[in-house]
């Protein structure tokens, strides 16, 4: 188990440009979260999956912002027309549903720069 | 609604010295509370947590906290501060079970130096 993985770890785009993410959780999670970080602060709750279903999103993500989870195993998170403000680090994490499902693993993060 | 105060953005200790970073919570129902520490460029990782039960809990790396329900407060500490401490620290929020996302509500973060 080599742990969350997110993909790519560095990602410089230019505003009005599409990006989008990819988070690989432990294998046998079947909890997934996407948070966002801007510099200086803690990680803000954007969005979760149990297994393919997305069942909550944070007012933060703006309809530019969608994210997905086709089979229930890897996500993906991507951004239209991309904005100056959305410069941050996206941040996954995993979890087990049932025993263990307040306990969360994070991967290491995208980090995005718009220029 | 949940919120965490974490009070310091910096603190700096000597190595050798104790660690005490300041968390406090608000919370409608009885939390689940987290501590996790952030190196540069990395992902957060889990040093200790409270959900139930004995309110002093020991983590990782020599790590403790306690939960404090009548102060609203789950303070870190360390007896002894080692260089590899240094790193960004994160305590953290969430409505345990009256949640079932488990959802994670974060502070600002303290940053841990620790000089030589």
């Known amino acids: 188990d080599t742990g969350v993985s997110q993909n790519p770890r560095h990602k410089i785009t230019k505003r009005g440009q599409n990006v989008t993410f990819r988070c690989d959780p432990i294998?046998?999670?079947?909890?997934l979260y996407w948070y966002r970080q801007t510099l200086g602060q803690g990680p803000e709750f954007l969005t979760y999956?149990?297994?393919?279903?997305?069942?909550?999103k944070s007012r933060l993500l703006s309809d530019r912002f969608s994210a997905e989870r086709p089979k229930g195993s890897f996500s993906t998170l991507e951004i239209q027309r991309t904005e100056q403000g959305d410069s941050a680090m996206y941040l996954c994490?995993?979890?087990?549903?049932?025993?263990?499902?307040?306990?969360?693993?994070f991967g290491q993060g995208t980090r995005l720069t718009v220029v | 609604a949940q919120s965490v105060t974490q009070l310091g953005s910096h603190v700096s200790v000597s190595e050798g010295a104790l660690v005490l970073l300041r968390c406090n919570y608000s919370?409608?129902?009885?939390?689940?509370l987290f501590w996790y520490v952030q190196y540069p460029n990395q992902g957060l990782q889990l040093l200790l947590k409270?959900?139930?039960?004995?309110?002093l809990v020991k983590g990782i790396n020599g790590f403790e906290a306690e939960f404090k329900k009548s102060e609203t407060s789950f303070h870190l500490t360390k007896p002894s501060a080692h260089m590899s401490d240094a790193a960004e620290y994160f305590c953290?929020?969430?409505?345990?079970?009256?949640?079932?996302?488990?959802?994670?509500?974060f502070g600002s973060g303290t940053r841990l130096l620790v000089r030589p």
């Open positions: 919370s409608s129902v009885p939390p689940y």
């Open positions: 409270y959900t139930t039960g004995a309110t």
């Open positions: 994490a995993s979890s087990l549903m049932g025993q263990g499902a307040d306990e969360a693993f």
């Open positions: 953290a929020v969430s409505r345990g079970l009256m949640d079932s996302s488990y959802k994670l509500i």
């Open positions: 294998s046998e999670h079947n909890r």
């Open positions: 999956f149990q297994n393919e279903a997305q069942l909550e």
